[in-house]
């Protein structure tokens, strides 16, 4: 449950966001998608690593590599459905295959198949109206001049003695980031992964790329990942509690979340998280000031699974009737009542029900400051009153005890059946802030 840092009061007029960021809140909601030779395993997407596979052994997926089940246009819809706003995809994991036409090496998909399945993604997904994510993993295990470290395949052989030149890979990976900057139009996203001990800002000459990236794409943002700064930052499989900060300054964010513990096609890991607990994360992203981006992993054949499209139907059928109450939306200042989360949008307040109260549910210091309340699944009115303090002696059927300035709303006994209710709560004209007062 998100705790506001500032006193109650502190978020009423929050900062204006610069306009090439101003879209990345807005959203609040994106697909991550993680395919590529990797899937055909379908043992995690750090297979190669994780069972020390040579480069001969892995090619075994490169020469059966056949996606004629990814379809770009079907994962973009299912995006839109959803609720989502944009999406990323991986364009080179860390096993170093490419899913874009690169001049500077063999090891991609156009040579494999004849497809550029970045082209498709990105032509995909603005025929939908979202907004073009790239992802581009700053390892490379297939490079012959990645140095071998701690988490490369063929640790602890001799290829630790080859000599290999981190600053031809440098070279390499401006190469293709200007590629994938200057041939697929305007990008919005570029995800970098990732810095670790043994690597980081030096070995990928962070700076030198970044301002690369900034010349190519003004307008781009992009992730902490390179070991500097970026636009914004990347929590991975955890929920922040409360706002993020950097030297006193609210951040950006992303919560990365996947749907059942890896990135990439996992066949037998059957630990899924249910669609009632994804939507409570994106209203935890969005009550904390953050955006959550969900991943789904296709299968070697590049459909998804029977598993993750279910989810992603639950996630677009609770999306349909309340996505205005995290898109557009941030934190509240006003303190939540146990087991609830508030996002609030312009004069629009809304509270999501994570448990389920008891006929009564109080709203601290709310009273008078709430013209209407309603279901947002169903739009049906929800009746409020301020409760005396000093009910009639000997009156045990009515409630009281609550302190001055709280709301009580009368709420139906039986739960509505969807997986996270949601109350939205219309605001006094004297209580609109600027983060969207004509929402």
């Known amino acids: 449950m998100c705790q506001e ?7 009423t007029d929050p900062p204006q966001l610069p306009s090439r960021t101003a879209w990345f809140e807005e959203a609040r909601f994106g697909l991550f998608v993680h395919f590529g030779l990797y899937s055909m395993a379908a043992r995690h997407e ?4 994780r069972e020390a596979m040579s480069q001969e052994a892995y090619d075994r997926y490169l020469d059966r590599f056949d996606p004629e089940l990814f379809d770009a ?6 995006a839109r459905e959803s609720g989502m706003r944009y999406a990323v995809l991986t364009t080179k994991h860390h096993d170093g295959f490419c899913l874009f036409d690169s001049a500077l090496t063999d090891y991609t998909s156009v040579r494999a198949t004849g497809r550029d399945l970045v082209r498709e993604f990105v032509d995909a997904m603005r025929a939908e109206g979202l907004r073009v994510g790239l992802y581009y993993s700053l390892l490379d295990w297939h490079h012959p001049d990645f140095t071998v470290d701690e988490h490369h395949p063929l640790r602890g052989t001799n290829a630790e003695r080859e000599p290999r030149d981190m600053a031809r890979y440098r070279a390499y990976m401006e190469g293709q980031i200007r590629e994938l900057l200057t041939g697929y139009g305007d990008i919005d996203l570029l995800f970098f992964d990732f810095s670790y001990p043994e690597k980081g800002p030096e070995e990928w000459g962070a700076e030198q790329l970044m301002a690369l990236v900034r010349e190519l794409q003004p307008d781009i943002l992009v992730n902490d990942r390179l070991g500097v700064p970026g636009d914004y930052v990347t929590p991975e499989q955890y929920q922040p509690d409360r706002p993020l900060e950097r030297d006193g300054e609210r951040v950006l964010w992303e919560a990365c979340h996947t749907l059942n513990g890896s990135w990439g096609y996992d066949r ?15 209203v935890e992203s969005v009550a904390c000031g953050g955006n959550l981006l969900l991943n789904v992993g296709p299968t070697g054949r590049g459909a998804l699974d029977p598993r993750a499209r279910d989810t992603l139907r639950a996630v677009a059928e609770w999306s349909t009737l309340n996505i205005r109450s995290v ?7 006003y303190p939540p009542p146990p087991g609830a989360l508030y996002t609030r949008r312009g004069r629009y307040l809304y509270l999501h029900l994570l448990a389920w109260p008891l006929k009564h549910l109080h709203l601290p210091g709310l009273a008078g400051r709430v013209r209407y309340a309603q279901f947002l699944h169903d739009g049906s009115e929800i009746r409020f009153q301020e409760i005396d303090q000093a009910p009639p002696e000997h009156n045990n059927l009515a409630p009281h005890n609550q302190p001055p300035g709280t709301l009580t709303l009368t709420l139906p006994i039986a739960r509505p059946d969807v997986p996270l209710p ?10 609109t802030d600027d983060t969207d007062a004509d929402a």
Do not use: C, F
């Not at 840092?5 to 978020?11: D, K, N, R, S, T």
């Not at 750090?46 to 690593?49: F, G, L, P, Q, T």
């Open 327 to 333: 898109r557009g939306a941030g934190p509240s200042a």
């Open 5 to 11: 840092l500032p006193v109650p009061g502190a978020l």
């Open 73 to 78: 246009r079907e994962l973009a819809r299912q």
């Open 422 to 431: 949601v109350i939205e709560l219309e605001l006094t004209p004297d209580d």
């Open 268 to 282: 037998d890991n059957h630990d899924y998280k249910d669609p009632a607990l994804l939507v409570r994360m994106l």
């Open 46 to 49: 750090w297979v190669r690593s």
